[in-house]
């Protein structure tokens, strides 16, 4: 398989803060998307990272770490609405994307 | 229209038969890809086109063709479905294939071979 991981699932609860991090392997590497996708709907984009460093963009930050292979997407101030499946995918060198399996985010009251 | 739209929404097809799934953007995007997502798995790349009149092979692209006659537009047939095929499957589109450039998906179509 892709040598890109994530965790199958997590919870958390309204208001709080949550990390979903993702692990990849490359030898080519053109960036790390982070995409939102809601059960039985299609996935829309959410962030770009391809420099080191933390983007923020509202509720939703997203870090990246190169040399580790590592990247993380943040969500603070959790909503009911962010119930979904967060997809981490990183550009090779052939510039196609390699899709982890998605993360299931559960928010409970 | 606006964005990116997939017919049909949902097929259950025999083994055996021939199936095209219809994909059309009104975004001038360049680029164009079709995947399939399975339970457990990531979203695997069949086919991408770069530009119109040029295609190419993703992970995935035995029993599957396409064809880009024009910008707009990019089906994906499968020329004798098999129940190994049975899955949901993503068109998307962007400006330009690589680099930030941001994939918009169309709504999917969920295809059954039985």
């Known amino acids: 398989g892709q040598n890109i991981d994530q965790p199958t699932e997590m919870t958390a609860t309204e208001g709080a803060i949550v990390q979903i991090n993702c692990t990849y392997q490359t030898s080519g590497f053109n960036g790390l998307f982070w995409y939102q996708q809601h059960a039985g709907e299609a996935p829309t984009f959410l962030s770009y990272n391809v420099l080191d460093g933390l983007e923020e963009k509202g509720r939703f930050s997203s870090f990246l770490s190169r040399s580790k292979g590592y990247s993380y997407l943040l969500l603070k101030e959790l909503q009911m609405k962010d119930s979904a499946s967060y997809l981490c995918a990183y550009m090779d060198s052939n510039y196609q994307l390699i899709w982890g399996a998605g993360t299931k985010l559960i928010i409970k009251p | 229209i606006a964005g990116i739209t997939q017919a049909p929404t949902s097929q259950i097809l025999a083994a055996g038969r021939r199936m095209t799934l219809r994909c059309t953007q009104d975004m001038r995007h360049n680029a164009m890809y079709w995947y399939r997502q399975d339970l457990g798995l990531g979203l695997r790349l069949i086919h991408y086109s770069n530009t119109a009149g040029t295609t190419g092979k993703g992970e995935v692209p035995d029993g599957y063709s396409v064809s880009r006659a024009n910008t707009d537009d990019f089906p994906l047939t499968l020329a004798s479905a098999v129940p190994s095929q049975t899955s949901v499957y993503f068109c998307?589109?962007?400006?330009?294939?690589?680099?930030?450039?941001?994939?918009?998906f169309g709504p999917g179509t969920r295809l059954t071979v039985l």
């Open positions: 998307a589109s962007s400006s330009e294939g690589g680099g930030n450039n941001e994939q918009f």
